[in-house]
């Protein structure tokens, strides 16, 4: 569905909103396959540059399945991820208020930029991930084809409405949101969207929770699976990504 212009525990900053980790809390070490493959390459692929959520790092099963996911379906040249220094080495802090992760992130998409001239840049996200990667996207001298927000933490942690950066954005926004995503009440994200200045779509995977992960329950009664459901998800973000590559 989607609507053109006009989507054990640690302790958690005060800026950012308890995340539901039990699909991203598991790690483990290599390179996905998928993003092994050898598939034809042009300057026109884009070069996406992908940050994880508050609760894990670039690591963890969830980001390294979409990951790959992300690398098939967009025909990347490269799927970067990274881990904002607050996580990385295996650290387990808190992390910080999303602005304060910009300046480190900003450098990793000007590193990338710089190791593929001329490819397209796309944005993504997991939760708190995608908020900074809208603030990026809305920082000067820095060219964006589109924004994929996977989960984003539109309610703070005290229940508020985080829409500013989404307001002040002109670069595409696909959002896609679990139905059952308690960061991110679709009612209140639709609200956001009629009210944004950027082109943007949101596919919702029904009875998802912040990480799409889908109960049996409903899995039963639809008669379809999580990988069914999260490969609709990467195609719809396929199409609506190619309708704004540019070069960066």
Same mark, same amino acid.
């Given at each position: 569905?989607?609507?053109?212009?006009?989507?054990?525990?640690?302790?958690?900053?005060?800026?950012?909103?308890?995340?539901?980790?039990?699909?991203?809390?598991?790690?483990?070490?290599?390179?996905?396959?998928?993003?092994?493959?050898?598939?034809?390459?042009?300057?026109?692929?884009?070069?996406?540059?992908?940050?994880?959520?508050?609760?894990?790092?670039?690591?963890?099963?969830?980001? &390294?399945?979409?990951?790959?996911?992300?690398? +098939?379906?967009?025909?990347?040249?490269? %799927? =970067?991820?990274?881990? /904002? *220094?607050?996580?990385?080495?295996?650290?387990?802090?808190?992390?910080?208020?999303?602005?304060?992760?910009?300046?480190?992130?900003?450098?990793?998409?000007?590193?990338?930029?710089?190791?593929?001239?001329?490819?397209?840049?796309?944005?993504?996200?997991?939760?708190?991930?995608?908020? &900074?990667?809208?603030?990026?996207?809305?920082? +000067?001298?820095?060219?964006?084809?589109? %924004? =994929?927000?996977?989960? /984003? *933490?539109?309610?703070?942690?005290?229940?508020?409405?985080?829409?500013?950066?989404?307001?002040?954005?002109?670069?595409?926004?696909?959002?896609?949101?679990?139905?059952?995503?308690?960061?991110?009440?679709?009612?209140?994200?639709?609200?956001?969207?009629?009210?944004?200045?950027?082109?943007?779509?949101?596919?919702?995977?029904?009875?998802?929770?912040?990480?799409?992960?889908?109960?049996?329950?409903?899995?039963?009664?639809?008669?379809?699976?999580?990988?069914?459901?999260?490969?609709?998800?990467?195609?719809?973000?396929?199409?609506?990504?190619?309708?704004?590559?540019?070069?960066?």
């Amino acid at each position: 569905m989607a609507r053109k212009r006009g989507s054990k525990r640690r302790r958690i900053s005060q800026d950012e909103p308890k995340e539901e980790e039990e699909e991203e809390g598991r790690t483990r070490g290599g390179v996905d396959e998928d993003t092994e493959n050898p598939v034809e390459k042009s300057d026109k692929c884009p070069v996406v540059v992908f940050a994880h959520g508050a609760g894990a790092p670039s690591s963890s099963d969830w980001m &390294v399945r979409w990951k790959g996911m992300l690398a +098939k379906a967009l025909n990347a040249i490269e %799927v =970067v991820t990274f881990d /904002y *220094p607050y996580i990385a080495g295996g650290k387990r802090r808190a992390p910080p208020k999303a602005e304060k992760l910009v300046d480190f992130h900003r450098d990793i998409v000007e590193k990338t930029l710089a190791k593929y001239p001329g490819h397209p840049l796309v944005l993504a996200g997991k939760s708190m991930g995608s908020r &900074v990667s809208c603030m990026v996207a809305g920082e +000067k001298d820095i060219t964006v084809s589109a %924004v =994929v927000c996977l989960g /984003y *933490p539109l309610k703070g942690a005290k229940g508020a409405v985080r829409d500013e950066i989404l307001l002040q954005l002109k670069v595409p926004v696909m959002f896609v949101q679990g139905s059952k995503d308690g960061l991110c009440p679709l009612e209140k994200l639709e609200a956001v969207r009629k009210k944004m200045n950027s082109n943007n779509a949101l596919h919702v995977i029904e009875g998802g929770d912040h990480s799409f992960k889908i109960g049996k329950k409903h899995l039963q009664s639809t008669g379809t699976n999580q990988e069914e459901a999260e490969d609709v998800a990467v195609q719809a973000i396929a199409k609506f990504v190619s309708n704004y590559l540019k070069e960066g």
